[in-house]
């Protein structure tokens, strides 16, 4: 779909659902800023809600190659991959203005009134906590996290974290509160044997 005049219009519109939400963009708005006649969007979209819906999944196509390059790093331990994918969101929150997570803010806006969104949006998180759930098997098998840990309870409840931690951080215009997140559940998850992943974390960046 690269280069085509699908793509403009779902990459404009992943960036002007962040900023506006999905009540106040009007189809009109995305036509204008693309210079796309209207016809052409329809062509590629039966309506805005279906625009809406694959927006979210070239979201999560970008969130996925996220997840792919941080959590297959096996130069890394298990708790420092998932923490790189987290903190790499951040800075690409940080880029766009610490508006937060597409997926968290079209949840809150639109879950109440849209059971297509509100199953989107469910599924995505669904998925992003099983991918992790995934590495954190993995240091489980190398006693970077207590043994009889219920991984998946533990990668929902990141996903969760961090979801509340990027609505205080848009609230704010700023990062802190997704650092201050990190910095805790990281502590919290990691074996006692393992070594500090936060501690671990400032060393590397020392480093570099």
């Keep these: 779909m690269r280069g085509t005049t699908k793509r403009t219009l779902l990459e404009q519109g992943m960036t002007m659902l962040l900023k506006r939400g999905y009540n106040d963009l009007g189809v009109a708005d995305v036509l204008d800023a693309t210079g796309v006649p209207k016809g052409s969007f329809y062509h590629h979209f039966a309506s805005k809600e279906d625009f809406g819906l694959q927006a979210i999944d070239m979201y999560m196509e970008q969130v996925h190659a996220g997840l792919d390059r941080c959590l297959g790093d096996t130069?890394?331990?298990?708790?420092?991959?998932?923490?790189?994918?987290?903190?790499?969101?951040?800075?690409?929150?940080?880029?766009?203005?610490?508006?937060?997570?597409?997926?968290?803010?079209?949840?809150?806006?639109?879950?109440?009134?849209?059971?297509?969104?509100?199953?989107?949006?469910?599924?995505?998180?669904?998925?992003?906590?099983?991918?992790?759930?995934?590495?954190?098997?993995?240091?489980?098998?190398?006693?970077?996290?207590?043994?009889?840990?219920?991984?998946?309870?533990?990668?929902?409840?990141?996903?969760?974290?961090?979801?509340?931690?990027?609505?205080?951080?848009?609230?704010r215009r700023n990062p802190a509160p997704l650092h201050d997140m990190l910095d805790f559940y990281f502590r919290a998850a990691a074996h006692p044997r393992s070594g500090d992943p936060v501690t671990q974390r400032t060393t590397s960046r020392r480093r570099r």
């Design 75 to 171: 130069t890394r331990a298990p708790l420092m991959r998932i923490r790189r994918f987290f903190e790499l969101s951040a800075k690409k929150y940080r880029a766009e203005g610490n508006l937060g997570c597409l997926l968290g803010g079209l949840g809150q806006e639109l879950s109440g009134v849209s059971e297509a969104f509100r199953q989107k949006v469910d599924r995505c998180f669904t998925e992003i906590a099983r991918r992790i759930a995934d590495t954190l098997r993995e240091a489980v098998a190398n006693g970077d996290v207590p043994p009889g840990t219920d991984v998946d309870a533990m990668a929902h409840l990141l996903v969760n974290c961090w979801e509340g931690a990027a609505l205080r951080s848009r609230l």
